[in-house]
């Protein structure tokens, strides 16, 4: 198999926990850029990324990059690249744009040209004038940034949030790429007891789970590379009895969820079901007020109610108020929310130990982290 170029997408402010995913995942020549993590392998990569990336938003095939100020230009250099190794006869292809502080800003001309430009070089391969386009689908994507083209095929089709095990949702879901990110930024160990207050549809915990029994994201959905011939049934198929085998379905957990809408907390345990992890979470109608901390060295990743977005802004803060007076005195707990009240550190009674700014969607958040002591290691048997 030969060496291909992927580009893991992500948002911005989440490129380390990308990069840290894919050295994991053993893959070579890791450089990352604002937004992307770039890095080599062979046609295995792309199953083998599309089923255990976490936080990252989708895996592109990067077809080639070049600097383009004519449309003559990203015309010819278009059709010299490879098009015709992975788009087959009747594949069904389309193109999508994107250009920023470039020459060529119109990113409809952009679109065309390159499709024209694939085309031709698809016309060249296979002796013909006409495609029926009634086969694998193929995104291409021509991206523009300061008169340098991007062009790449995505691999992934819906984005990789899309885990398949939340049919629908409450108000002001968290996408589970970004709680992937949470979890890994947090210092949560499987043996510590996890706690959700603001649990909503589950998605941190279910997360959570999904980790700790090493269970990858992608095995219950099907993505648009599955059905690329240069790719083949074999190496997915091989990709997914892998990360059956390396599941840990025995490992105990100790996560709690709470929430005061009990249409949420349904929804919640409907969705810890369908992510085959039910038997590791504990889901319960329950209001903040209600939550007390009876032992040591626990954890609380959140994402609670924005002041913008839910509820009224008044009671919002009184609520960052009693997370904090219930949790903050024991300094033996850790305690992680995601917010863009860019009071919550006052209002919680205390300085995070870490501040880190992230995005969902277009809305600026910070994740405060507090970081609590840690466990002492048991101690060896005599």
Not at 47 to 53: K, R, S
Not at 131 to 155: H, M
Not at 176 to 200: H, Q, Y
């Amino acid at each position: 198999m030969s060496k291909i170029q992927l580009i893991a997408t992500t948002t911005f402010g989440l490129e380390a926990i990308v990069k840290r995913e894919v050295q994991r995942l053993g893959f070579s020549n890791i450089s990352v850029l604002d937004g992307k993590v770039m890095f080599e392998g062979d046609e295995s990569a792309i199953p083998t990324a599309n089923l255990w990336l976490r936080s990252s938003d989708r895996v592109l095939l990067n077809m080639g990059e070049f600097e383009a100020l004519t449309f003559d230009e990203l015309f010819e250099k278009t059709k010299a690249l490879p098009w015709d190794e992975w788009i087959t006869k009747d594949g069904k292809f389309t193109v999508t744009g994107k250009s920023i502080k470039s020459t060529l800003f119109s990113v409809p001309d952009c679109q065309s040209i390159v499709k024209k430009a694939v085309v031709e070089k698809l016309k060249r391969k296979y002796d013909v004038d006409w495609f029926e386009e009634t086969g694998p689908e193929f995104t291409i994507q021509v991206a523009l940034l300061k008169d340098k083209a991007t062009l790449t095929i995505d691999t992934t089709g819906a984005g990789l949030h899309k885990r398949g095990y939340r049919a629908a949702s409450v108000e002001a879901p968290l996408k589970e790429t970004l709680a992937a990110a949470m979890i890994d930024l947090s210092f949560w160990k499987n043996e510590r007891l996890l706690v959700d207050p603001f649990c909503g549809s589950g998605t941190i915990l279910i997360e959570a789970a999904l980790i700790a029994k090493n269970i990858a994201p992608g095995l219950a959905r099907s993505f648009a590379s599955e059905s690329w011939p240069r790719i083949g049934e074999d190496l997915w198929k091989a990709a997914r009895v892998e990360a059956y085998k390396r599941m840990k379905p025995d490992v105990k957990l100790r996560i709690q969820g709470g929430d005061i809408d009990p249409a949420a907390i349904e929804l919640a345990k409907h969705n810890a079901r369908k992510a085959g992890v039910d038997d590791s979470i504990i889901f319960e109608t329950k209001a903040l007020t209600d939550w007390k901390v009876e032992e040591d060295y626990g954890v609380v990743i959140c994402n609670p109610p924005y002041g913008e977005r839910i509820g009224e802004l008044r009671e919002v803060k009184e609520m960052y108020r009693t997370l904090g007076k219930i949790f903050a005195p024991n300094p033996t707990w850790s305690v992680y929310a995601i917010t863009s009240d860019e009071e919550f550190e006052k209002l919680y009674g205390k300085n995070a130990d870490t501040k880190r700014k992230l995005y969902s969607g277009s809305l600026k958040i910070d994740y405060y982290q507090y970081h609590g002591q840690k466990p002492p290691r048991n101690p060896k048997p005599q």
